[in-house]
C-alpha cells in the first residue's frame, strides 16, 4: 500500500465545504470520486490537513489517501486533474513515508483574509473577496493586531464553543497590507479554532472602519468571550495559502 501526498487548490464557491455530507457536493467527496475512477479501487478516503467550511477556498490544501496503484505521483496528478471539475485542482504528487499524516503531522497553516474597501464593488472578484463599503484604516488594523501574536487562548474568537479540547493557540505571524483597493489579512499560526480567522477579521474590519478604537482588541482577547468580538467574516474572502510540515 502506497502513501500519497496532493496538494490542491479550490475554488469553495460552488462547495459545502470540504467535508463529505450527504446530499452536498463537497471537495472530499468530488476529488475521492476521481481518484477511484482512476485507481479502480471502490473505497477511497482522502485525509486532509483540515476541513474547509462552505464558501472558503484554498491555494494549497494538503491531502494524503493510500492506494495500492502503480502509477507514478506525476501520472496520478495528471490523471485525476483530467477526471475533476474545473473547480478543483491537484497541483503537486509526491509518495510519501508509510506514517506520513496530512492533518496530525502539519505544524503550521497560514490563512488569508482579502477585503475590497474601493467605492464601487468588483462583480468579477465578489467571489473571492469581502467588500467594505467603508475605506479602512489599515495602519489601526495592523496595530490592533499586534496583541494576537503569540500564544493566546482565543475563545473569544472560536463559533460554537467547545469545539476543541483547548481554545489555546500560538500566532506566528500577523499582518495587514494593502494594495490598492485591496487589504489582506494573513494569519498563520500552529492550529486554528472554528471560523477563527473571520472573527478576527471582521474585529479589525471594525477598528478599520473606526468603530471601535485599536486598543479594544486586546480587551476582546483577555475577554475570552466571543460576544465581545467582531462578527464572523463573510467566506468567501477566506483562503487556505499554505500548510507547513516543517518547524
Given at each position: 500500500?502506497?502513501?500519497?501526498?496532493?496538494?490542491?487548490?479550490?475554488?469553495?464557491?460552488?462547495?459545502?465545504?470540504?467535508?463529505?455530507?450527504?446530499?452536498?457536493?463537497?471537495?472530499q467527496?468530488?476529488?475521492?470520486?476521481?481518484?477511484?475512477?482512476?485507481?479502480?479501487?471502490?473505497?477511497?478516503?482522502?485525509?486532509?490537513?483540515?476541513?474547509?467550511?462552505?464558501?472558503?477556498?484554498?491555494?494549497?490544501?494538503?491531502?494524503?489517501?493510500?492506494?495500492?496503484?502503480?502509477?507514478?505521483?506525476?501520472?496520478?496528478?495528471?490523471?485525476?486533474?483530467?477526471r475533476?471539475?474545473?473547480d478543483?485542482?491537484?497541483?503537486?504528487?509526491?509518495?510519501?513515508?508509510?506514517?506520513?499524516?496530512?492533518?496530525?503531522d502539519?505544524?503550521?497553516?497560514l490563512?488569508?483574509?482579502?477585503?475590497?474597501?474601493?467605492?464601487?464593488?468588483?462583480?468579477?472578484?465578489?467571489?473571492?473577496?469581502?467588500?467594505?463599503?467603508?475605506?479602512?484604516d489599515?495602519?489601526?488594523?495592523?496595530?490592533a493586531?499586534?496583541?494576537?501574536?503569540?500564544?493566546?487562548?482565543?475563545?473569544?474568537?472560536?463559533?460554537?464553543?467547545?469545539n476543541?479540547?483547548?481554545?489555546?493557540?500560538?500566532?506566528?505571524?500577523?499582518?495587514v497590507?494593502r494594495?490598492?483597493?485591496?487589504?489582506?489579512?494573513?494569519?498563520?499560526?500552529?492550529?486554528?479554532?472554528?471560523?477563527?480567522?473571520?472573527?478576527?477579521?471582521g474585529?479589525?474590519?471594525?477598528?478599520?472602519?473606526?468603530?471601535?478604537?485599536?486598543s479594544?482588541?486586546?480587551?476582546?482577547?483577555?475577554?475570552?468571550?466571543?460576544?465581545?468580538?467582531?462578527?464572523?467574516?463573510?467566506?468567501?474572502?477566506?483562503?487556505?495559502?499554505?500548510?507547513?510540515?516543517?518547524?
Amino acid at each position: 500500500m502506497r502513501n500519497i501526498k496532493l496538494t490542491l487548490s479550490y475554488d469553495g464557491t460552488d462547495f459545502a465545504g470540504w467535508q463529505t455530507q450527504p446530499g452536498f457536493r463537497t471537495v472530499q467527496e468530488t476529488l475521492e470520486q476521481a481518484i477511484a475512477k482512476l485507481t479502480g479501487e471502490p473505497r477511497v478516503r482522502v485525509n486532509a490537513s483540515g476541513r474547509t467550511d462552505t464558501g472558503v477556498h484554498a491555494v494549497g490544501q494538503v491531502v494524503n489517501f493510500r492506494t495500492t496503484t502503480v502509477h507514478s505521483p506525476e501520472v496520478i496528478a495528471r490523471a485525476v486533474n483530467a477526471r475533476l471539475p474545473a473547480d478543483v485542482v491537484v497541483r503537486d504528487a509526491a509518495e510519501m513515508p508509510e506514517a506520513f499524516d496530512a492533518n496530525r503531522d502539519a505544524k503550521r497553516k497560514l490563512y488569508r483574509y482579502v477585503i475590497h474597501d474601493g467605492p464601487v464593488p468588483s462583480p468579477f472578484l465578489r467571489r473571492y473577496c469581502t467588500s467594505s463599503r467603508h475605506v479602512l484604516d489599515v495602519a489601526a488594523m495592523r496595530r490592533a493586531a499586534e496583541p494576537l501574536k503569540g500564544k493566546h487562548d482565543f475563545h473569544s474568537f472560536e463559533t460554537e464553543w467547545p469545539n476543541r479540547k483547548t481554545s489555546v493557540r500560538t500566532i506566528t505571524h500577523l499582518s495587514v497590507n494593502r494594495f490598492g483597493e485591496y487589504i489582506w489579512l494573513d494569519v498563520e499560526a500552529d492550529g486554528f479554532l472554528y471560523n477563527m480567522v473571520r472573527s478576527i477579521a471582521g474585529t479589525l474590519m471594525n477598528v478599520g472602519r473606526g468603530h471601535w478604537h485599536e486598543s479594544q482588541v486586546a480587551a476582546i482577547l483577555q475577554a475570552e468571550d466571543r460576544i465581545q468580538a467582531g462578527p464572523t467574516a463573510p467566506a468567501s474572502g477566506l483562503f487556505l495559502m499554505r500548510v507547513s510540515y516543517e518547524r
